[in-house]
């Protein structure tokens, strides 16, 4: 717990920079988390206006039907979608909310991905939670420091450093991320981009299948983190595994 101040806040916290952003990597775990009766959150940078397909309003929908599927709390900073920067105006933004939404647990976009605004949402709130933590930051709030920082996979991440069994979540899981059909779905009557490619949704079922191989499990998700892995993640490693 961090020193600076009690813990009374959510157990789990998931940033992206984008809505749609932690449903690729770690809705399993925010699943598995609002069912063993912990409180998670999703935290969304942007509203992703700057997206080939759907709108700001329509990802703003679909986000919320998302969050509602996992059972989880979702917050939107409306940062300005592929143009945020990690200026003192922004971090001073994402200090406030993790004040108040005092995270046990800070899971971040990867460090290194294909995708500018990913890499660029992992130093901002990185160094956010850092300083969330001096109390003679001038920034609104009592002082937090959340107990452990991990992180999703990007490009060549490298042996996970957790594994979570999300089987039995799976179904519900997979709905979520289908819940932004204006990003995901193989419409070809719209522009065609990557994620909405049939090949992309089968690399997330064929990673999670490959981490379940690993865990010995059906489906699987992935952590990175700085090692030694903390107690905080190794104790909600245990809450999400124990029975519902």
Known sequence: MSPTSPHDGCDLLAIGAHPD??????????????????????????SGDLGTRGTAETRRLEAKEAARILGVTR?????????????????????????????????LPAPE???????????????????????NYPCPGSPFRP????WVGGENPGPPDLLVDVSTVW???????DAFGSQFDHDPSQPVTRIAHPAFRRGVLGR???????????????LWCER?????????????EEPA
């Not at 690729?24 to 775990?29: D, N, P, R, T, W």
């Not at 179904?171 to 991320?177: G, L, Y």
Request: with cysteine; charged share 30%.
């Open 21 to 46: 952003d932690v449903e690729v990597h770690v809705g399993g775990i925010l699943a598995l988390a609002s069912e063993r009766g912990l409180k998670a959150a999703i935290l969304d940078l942007t």
């Open 75 to 107: 917050l939107v900073l409306d940062f300005p979608d592929g143009r945020f920067t990690e200026d003192e105006t922004n971090r001073a933004r994402l200090m406030t909310e993790l004040r108040t939404l005092r995270p046990r647990i800070l899971i």
């Open 113 to 135: 991905d294909r995708h500018p605004d990913h890499r660029r949402a992992h130093r901002l709130a990185r160094e956010a939670a850092y300083y969330a933590g001096l109390k």
């Open 147 to 150: 107990e452990a920082v991990a």
């Open 171 to 177: 179904e519900r899981r997979m709905a979520a991320f």
């Open 208 to 222: 999670a299948m490959h981490w379940g191989s690993l865990g010995m499990c059906d489906w699987a998700e992935a």
């Open 228 to 240: 030694p892995v903390s107690k905080a993640l190794t104790d909600l490693l245990a809450r999400l």
